[in-house]
């Protein structure tokens, strides 16, 4: 365990009445200091950059107006990250600024550039500061919330774990305003009842709530990281988490860890389209680390290019693999059912023996 990812949510950090809370964000940066004082290295997802901006804008909640928050956005951004530097700064410890849209993850390019980016600053004992690029993200390169973006930079930089710190202790058997609410310790699988229990939007300044920071769990357990979501609100509690002590909510990862490149098939794209899978073919896939064939592929959805990501379906309508494509859906309309060797013959030119080879193929 050394690399981790630390989310920060809005409503630890700022409210739209009182600003940035400047001396929890400063406990905050004490705590990852010590941590990094013995070795580990902090990536963190910091929100609250439209909660600071609110006040000095003089508005009370989050306005519905897009271009209000992307203002909001812009003038807190700043705010945040001058009090990440001068909290550091207090403990020898150097801050860098990153900001994201999901077109930066989706684009496999900046996605390498990014990594290597976030490398080279671990590298140098600089702790990244990431949030979304607010002001210029619109609806399609959105990522929607900052557990979304956590889980994703979890992904990126190969963390050993996702801390999500909250403004409660955990995940609770039922809102925890109840008195006989329980806060749950261990959660070996996110099943949908997992999901139903944490139910429920987010405050006046934060965006997701736990609905979504048990998705973003879901994304990164899968992706083979263990997460922890527990109190932002309380000092020490990362170093007792680190000491082995028992904090917040433990989500046990459910497979081996994927590959940084199988991840971003998997969770960085959205696909396009679809094939429709035979047993065989589904048995190749998902038992057998075997790449697509043609020979395997009985129906195609959606319009897609060479290299766009694409779900492999089963018969029965269960998506068993997401992959990227060596042929267009026009194509694989062509070639579907056939024999790898028919290929040329079928289209007059053939790209690869495989739609979808072994290496660009996540098994979901
Ligand atoms: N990126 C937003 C901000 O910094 C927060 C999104 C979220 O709350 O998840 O204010």
Request: overall charge positive.
């Amino acid at each position: 365990m050394k690399r981790l990812v630390i989310k920060i949510g809005s409503s630890i950090l700022a409210s739209a009445e009182q600003g940035l809370n400047t001396k929890r964000l400063h406990a905050i940066t004490k705590d990852i200091s010590d941590i990094a004082d013995k070795g580990y290295e902090a990536v963190i997802v910091s929100s609250g950059a439209i909660a600071a901006g609110l006040k000095k804008l003089g508005l009370k909640e989050k306005p519905k107006d897009i271009k209000l928050k992307q203002a909001a956005a812009a003038i807190g951004q700043s705010s945040l990250m001058w009090a990440y530097e001068q909290g550091f700064a207090g403990f020898h410890k150097k801050v860098a600024q990153v900001l994201l849209t999901r077109d930066d993850i989706t684009n496999r390019l900046r996605y390498i550039n990014a990594k290597n980016t976030l490398f080279a600053l671990l590298s140098y004992g600089v702790i990244p500061v990431i949030n979304e690029n607010d002001p210029v993200a619109v609806d399609e390169i959105k990522f929607g919330d900052n557990d979304v973006l956590a889980a994703l930079v979890a992904g990126l930089v190969e963390a050993d774990m996702l801390i999500i710190l909250s403004d409660v202790e955990g995940l609770y058997t039922k809102d925890p305003k109840h008195k006989d609410a329980e806060l749950i310790g261990s959660v070996d699988e996110i099943t949908p009842d997992i999901e139903k229990i944490a139910g429920g939007r987010g405050s006046a300044v934060s965006t997701g709530g736990m609905y979504s920071k048990v998705l973003a769990a879901k994304q990164a357990t899968n992706h083979g990281i263990p997460v922890v979501i527990m109190s932002g609100k309380k000092s020490r509690l990362l170093a007792n988490l680190l000491n082995g002590e028992k904090v917040g909510t433990y989500f046990k990862p459910n497979k081996e860890r994927l590959s940084s490149k199988k991840g971003w098939i998997a969770y960085g794209l959205k696909s396009k389209g679809a094939v429709y899978l035979d047993d065989g073919a589904v048995k190749a896939l998902t038992t057998q680390g075997k790449s697509l064939l043609p020979s395997g592929i009985i129906k195609v959805e959606g319009h897609f290019d060479i290299g766009d990501a694409v779900r492999c379906i089963s018969k029965e309508g269960k998506k068993v693999a997401k992959g990227l494509t060596n042929y267009s859906s026009q194509d694989i309309e062509q070639i579907k059912g056939k024999k790898t060797s028919e290929i040329e013959k079928v289209l007059g030119y053939k790209y690869s023996d495989e739609v979808i080879h072994r290496d660009n193929l996540t098994v979901v």
